[in-house]
């Protein structure tokens, strides 16, 4: 064992493994984190919670990990390359270690100009730091943990001790090239992997493929991304906006009839194209989990954490194992 | 205000351009005109309505270009770099019209030079030689008396030239001009005659010869003799004094030279019904200028190619006609001049006046007593390199010892026998200084430019109809109205004129070579813009991030400098806003220049030429509004104009905003082709606009 | 070359608005070229200024001149006693020159006339782009000619990220992806196989994060030093 987190455990036991998402919110709202801990606890084997996602100024991902740590939920902190440079970063991992939490996932983090895609003022003047890319992150939390050493070369007394994580995006531009980077960062140390958010099942089995060929699935745990679609507008939205995502025109077909069979009460439109939404995302994780190499999902139902326990129960994948530290 | 450069002042744009002018190959007008006359310049100056300025270039030159306007060959037309697009450049017209639209400011010019030299100058004859020479002779400030046989002044030009092609007040300008500085005619007065040559010389310091080919060859053939046969010379004389000429109705002129063709159409003027010529050369070989055949056709003159004269035939001594032989070929194998005749094939051509014109000679008999010395054929003796004759202080030039050539070509020699006396009196070497006038002109025009370079047909002049020339001696020829003028002067490809790179602030930027529509320039270490490319359009030198580039033609700076003045005190209670109109020159007629009241019109030589700072500094000097007004559709002479200036007036609206000014107080207008005024209507709906602006905003 | 940009008008206003005697100084090599502060461009904000003066009434002197560089002396030391004359010389040379001039003007301020941008290249007249940051360890053999400190907007060493949509960057759709470039450019030199090698955390400190960067060429300064050279043109002694 790397880190004895929940996570590896549940990997390690051969059982498909389910992360959701906490997105932290934009002030210092602690109850916010709880009730939304509370909502995802018991519905998955560990939570990632962001760090200051698409590029906006929340409660930070170690803080908001702390409290959900408290509430019983296991973190995935993330980590951006964004925000800080590798004095701070490893400071920060040395912190969230002390404090008991065991996963990290490592990001570039969305560029500041990002701002929420243009929803929120953000901070598009800031400076960022991208002292380090997420590679060179992986290694850096892997020297520490394996070797006991800071990246500068200063002995670690008691090593901070990770399941180290990264992202990513296997039908993203250039598309041949996607294999060589998810490598990269499996050779720099990545334990598990969570991927973009996946529409195209074809897309994605046919990267799988040459991921297994590479070898790279047994070397690492690949969980598919999923991205809870809430409405046929976020599901074209997503098709044209977000970088390596391509949604089938069939999906968005149907949400779009699921709008349309409510007229012209919106309300109901909202339920309805909400409940299709779940039925798909559970289609989805079926087509991800069946997919050779894939070891679990990695559900995201952004700002929705409540539709994580019917999407996990509709799927098969509840309860979630329960699996003793040693 | 301070003129807001710190720099030294360069000198003034005109000296500096004509000294770069003289560092580089001139414009191919500049270069064949045997005083190199700056075409390029008047031209360029006559298109922005300088005429003034036009006529003191062209005379700085030529003392006698008023004649040059209406009888000069022209050479730098045939030479003109337009051939390779269309036509070349009416160089003589625009000149003949510069010189008449600026005939008062000339007029009030004419002042006496004084005289500072005490040294005494004796000119043998009036014509295109001695006349230059008296006029450079008097300007240096020595005492110039002027000896010449006739009644008036002149020489051929008065006594020979016929008026139809040179009316005597056009020479009379050039006369006046040169009398007025205090030179001393003696007319009626033939050395040999009235006074001797010796006593020239004692009576002066030094004495020019320039009595050029008075005398018309004679014809040693059977019957060549009086009555009924005329020389050219004598005959052209009698009519140019209006003397009684006995001409038959059938009048036959031998030669085919201009001066055979001012003899056939004098005889027609002077009543003769018939007029044939008869000349040993072809069509193609005949030594007159081919306009002046096309003229004398016109006037139904008639003329027999390739016989040559044989004999005079006589009925009981009036003239039957001319026994003429079939001509085989005028010139040998090395060009010369060397006529071979078919003996059986004899021709005769009805007339009863024969009229000789097979060239002039000169008559040098008041030279028999002096010690100035005359070859075995009957030439002075001299040396081309001084202008001297073999007695010191006696010098030489015209025709006389260059042989016939065109009135041009005696002025040159005449500056230089001018410049040749003045070194002389001075006590120097002449030999080495006299000015030669052979200048390498700019390379021939590159095919991909003559292909890019706008088609526009040559402007004509107005002739009158041949029937009603022909009863009269009136001048033929009219001049250009100033539209016409105004057009042709825009033909004009600047050659010469264009853009020069200052290498100290050159950074090689590739600005330059990237803008210019005609691949002129060709920056390596730095920019150098190639003279045989340039069209001296201008729209470089405004792009120059380093202000590296200038024109020959024009000041670039001069808009900026001179706005000030333009623009002057701007009343603050005005009611119409102070309007600045930059506007294109070329293709305007005089009438686009009358504008509304209030707006200030800068003519521009292309709109190119704008830059950004030129629009600032007219609002900085109190304009309300700055138009930028192009030619009218499709008549830019240059090519990819637009887009810059349209970005730079658009960027001028961005600066001027940023300094909270409405942008539409600058705008880029097109003038109104087919409108008689065509900038006074877009100017004025342009004031308007500006004036509502002003009252919205404020001033 | 180095690129910048004009600054807005007012900008300019506010930092020069109380002095009376200005020098607007263009400087005529990297900043001209980019159009941004040459001769041309100094005599244009110098008008600018005379008539922002003229629209707040206020008196005030304003010229122009360049220079070929304002940042080596032997090209602005000539026309010194002149800028001297002025209370304030407003430089439209790169921040290079600003700074180097400020050094060398004693109590005359020398204030920025334009932004200093980037190096940068011209691909089209007009255009200039960013392709190299100065980073002082250059690894552009490792990826295909194309630099990703200056290219990527993370400037990432193994890229790319996430955010590449049809080869372009997440920031812009007008802006190239660095790393998409890189892979496509490898991919035709055949080099391709040289990505898949994690680059290390690199050592930025010689980049400006080590602090100002100085280059000392002993064997082309040594005779300087020698003559005495030195301390007469060091920055601030000349006055």
């Known amino acids: 064992m790397k880190s004895g987190s929940n996570l590896e455990r549940v990997i390690l036991s051969g059982q498909p493994a389910v992360t959701a998402e906490l997105g932290p919110p934009m002030s210092a709202d602690g109850h916010e984190v709880v009730k939304k801990a509370q909502l995802l606890k018991g519905n998955c084997d560990a939570a990632n919670v962001t760090d200051c996602q698409t590029a906006v100024v929340r409660i930070s991902s170690i803080a908001a990990a702390a409290i959900a740590f408290q509430q019983g939920l296991e973190p995935v902190m993330q980590m951006t390359c964004r925000d800080r440079n590798r004095i701070a970063i490893q400071a920060d991992l040395l912190g969230a270690a002390a404090m008991g939490l065991k996963n990290c996932l490592c990001i570039a983090g969305d560029h500041q100009s990002f701002s929420a895609a243009g929803r929120l003022k953000g901070h598009p003047g800031a400076k960022n730091v991208y002292d380090v890319d997420t590679c060179q992150l992986v290694s850096i939390m892997k020297k520490m943990r394996d070797n006991g050493l800071q990246e500068g070369g200063d002995t670690l007394e008691i090593a901070p001790k990770f399941f180290i994580g990264a992202s990513w995006t296997p039908m993203g531009d250039p598309i041949d090239f996607r294999p060589v980077n998810l490598m990269k960062k499996v050779n720099a140390g990545a334990d598990f992997i969570q991927t973009q958010g996946i529409y195209d099942i074809e897309g994605f089995r046919s990267q799988m493929e040459k991921i297994r060929n590479m070898g790279l699935h047994e070397r690492t745990a690949i969980l598919g991304g999923i991205i809870v679609p809430r409405s046929g507008m976020m599901l074209k939205y997503m098709d044209s906006s977000v970088a390596g995502v391509s949604v089938p025109k069939s999906l968005i077909d149907r949400m779009m009839k699921a709008k349309a069979a409510a007229g012209d009460d919106k309300k109901k439109a909202r339920q309805l194209q909400e409940g299709e939404g779940k039925k798909i995302t559970v289609e989805l994780i079926h087509q991800v989990l069946e997919t050779p190499g894939v070891r679990g999902v990695h559900i995201q139902a952004i700002e929705w954490e409540s539709a994580i326990a019917d999407i996990v129960k509709a799927a098969g994948l509840y309860p979630r194992p329960n699996i003793p530290a040693e | 205000m301070s003129d807001g450069s710190i720099k030294e002042k360069n000198k003034p744009h005109k000296e500096w351009a004509a000294e770069l002018k003289e560092q580089r190959p001139y414009s191919p007008c500049r270069a064949a005109c045997p005083v190199n006359t700056d075409v390029q310049a008047y031209v360029g100056l006559i298109a922005q309505g300088r005429y003034a300025e036009a006529l003191e270039v062209i005379r700085s030159v030529n003392p006698i270009a008023s004649v040059c306007s209406v009888i000069c060959h022209h050479p730098c037309e045939q030479a003109c770099r337009r051939c390779a697009v269309d036509e070349p450049l009416a160089v003589r017209h625009l000149k003949r019209f510069a010189l008449e639209k600026a005939a008062d400011y000339r007029r009030n010019k004419r002042r006496l030079v004084k005289q500072t030299r005490d040294k005494k100058i004796a000119i043998i004859g009036s014509g295109p030689s001695g006349l230059t020479a008296a006029n450079d002779l008097a300007d240096l400030g020595y005492g110039v008396t002027i000896y010449e046989r006739h009644p008036v002044l002149g020489g051929m030009l008065s006594s020979a030239i016929p008026t139809y092609r040179l009316p005597r007040e056009t020479l009379q300008e050039d006369i006046d001009d040169i009398i007025a500085k205090g030179v001393e005619a003696r007319t009626n007065c033939e050395i040999g005659r009235d006074i001797t040559m010796n006593e020239i010389i004692d009576k002066h310091d030094a004495i020019l010869i320039a009595v050029g080919l008075s005398e018309s060859r004679a014809l040693n053939i059977p019957g060549a003799d009086v009555p009924g046969v005329l020389l050219a010379i004598p005959f052209l004389e009698d009519a140019a004094f209006q003397k009684k000429i006995e001409l038959g109705s059938k009048v036959l002129v031998i030669g085919g030279g201009n001066v055979a063709i001012d003899v056939a159409r004098t005889a027609k003027r002077l009543g003769a019904g018939y007029v044939e010529m008869v000349c040993l050369e072809s069509a193609e070989e005949m030594p007159a200028w081919k306009w002046e055949v096309d003229e004398a056709v016109e006037e139904d ?39 071979t005749f078919d003996n059986d094939t004899t021709s005769f051509i009805e007339a009863d006046t024969v009229i000789i014109t097979i060239g002039q000679m000169t008559n040098l008999s008041f030279l028999e007593d002096s010690q100035v010395q005359v070859d075995e054929r009957g030439r002075v003796v001299w040396d081309p390199e001084t202008h001297m004759s073999s007695l010191r202080g006696v010098f030489v030039s015209g025709e006389v010892v260059t042989g016939p050539g065109s009135a041009i070509q005696a002025v040159a020699s005449g500056h230089r026998s001018a410049m040749a006396m003045h070194v002389y009196l001075e006590g120097h070497e002449i030999e080495g200084v006299l000015p030669t006038y052979e200048k390498e002109p700019i390379a021939q025009l590159p095919g991909d430019v003559a292909d890019v370079i706008h088609r526009e047909p040559r402007m004509k002049v107005e002739h009158l109809p041949p029937e009603t020339r022909c009863s009269s001696f009136m001048q033929f020829e009219f001049g250009y109205d100033e539209e016409s003028a105004l057009k042709e002067a825009g033909r004009c490809r600047g050659c010469g004129g264009g853009a020069v790179v200052d290498t100290d602030k050159c950074m090689a930027c590739l600005t330059c070579q990237r803008i210019c529509p005609y691949g002129a320039p060709l920056v390596t270490s730095v920019s150098e813009i190639r003279s045989e490319y340039c069209q001296a359009c201008g729209l470089c030198a ?120 409405d942008a539409g107080r600058i705008e880029l207008l097109q003038a109104v082709s087919d409108d008689g005024n065509p900038y006074a209507v877009v100017c004025a709906d342009f004031s308007e606009k500006v004036k509502q602006i002003v009252l919205r905003t404020g001033r | 070359m180095i690129v ?48 922002r003066a003229s629209q707040e009434g206020v008196d005030m002197q304003v010229d122009h001149t360049s220079v070929m560089r304002h940042c080596e002396p032997e090209y602005f030391d000539p026309v010194m006693d002149d800028v001297k004359k002025y209370d304030l010389i407003l430089s439209t040379a790169c921040g290079v020159g600003v700074n180097f001039l400020s050094d060398r003007t004693g109590i005359i301020p020398v204030y920025p006339g334009i932004n200093t941008s980037f190096y940068g290249a011209v691909p089209e007249p007009g255009v200039f782009e960013e392709l190299c940051a100065g980073c002082g360890d250059c690894i552009l053999h490792m990826t295909g000619g194309i630099c990703p400190i200056a290219r990527c907007s993370k400037t990432l060493m193994n890229g790319p990220c996430g955010g590449t949509k049809e080869g372009k960057c997440e920031v812009s759709d007008e802006m190239d992806c660095a790393w998409y470039l890189i892979v496509e450019r490898m991919k035709m030199l055949g080099t391709l196989e040289k990505l898949s090698e994690v680059l290390p955390p690199r050592d930025w400190s010689t980049s400006r994060d080590g602090g100002p960067r100085r280059v000392s060429m002993e064997h082309i300064r040594a005779y300087e030093e020698k003559e005495g050279e030195k301390t007469e043109t060091a920055g601030g002694k000349k006055e």
Not at chain 2, 309 to 315: L, N
Not at chain 2, 322 to 335: A, Q
Not at chain 2, 548 to 577: C, F, H, T, W
Not at chain 3, 10 to 35: P, Q, R, S, Y
Request: net charge positive.
């Open chain 2, 301 to 339: 003159i008639a003329i027999s190619h390739r016989w040559g004269p044989k004999a005079v035939r006589r009925d009981n001594g009036r003239i039957t006609g001319l026994e003429v032989v079939k001509v085989l070929s005028v010139f040998d194998s090395n060009g010369r001049f060397s006529p």
């Open chain 2, 542 to 661: 405004p792009e120059c991030p380093g202000q590296a580039i200038s024109m020959v033609s024009y000041d670039v700076g001069e808009v900026r400098s001179n706005m000030s003045s333009l623009v002057g005190s701007v009343d603050p209670k005005r009611q119409e806003p102070a309007v600045v109109a930059l506007i294109c020159s070329h293709h305007v007629g005089i009438k686009g220049f009358e504008l509304p009241d209030n707006v200030r019109s800068v003519p521009i030589h292309c709109t190119s030429r704008v830059d950004i700072i030129d629009l600032l500094k007219a609002f900085e000097c109190g304009a309300d509004g700055v138009a930028v007004v192009r030619c009218p559709a499709g008549a830019c002479k240059y090519k990819d104009i637009e887009t810059r200036v349209s970005a730079r007036v658009r960027r001028t609206k961005e600066l001027i905003h940023m300094l909270g000014m």
């Open chain 3, 4 to 51: 910048g940009s004009q600054k807005p008008i007012d900008e300019i206003w506010e930092m020069v608005k109380d002095f009376k005697k200005i020098l607007v100084f263009g400087c005529n090599t990297c900043v001209a070229i980019c159009h941004a502060g040459g001769d041309k461009e100094a005599e244009t904000i110098a008008t600018l200024l005379r008539m």
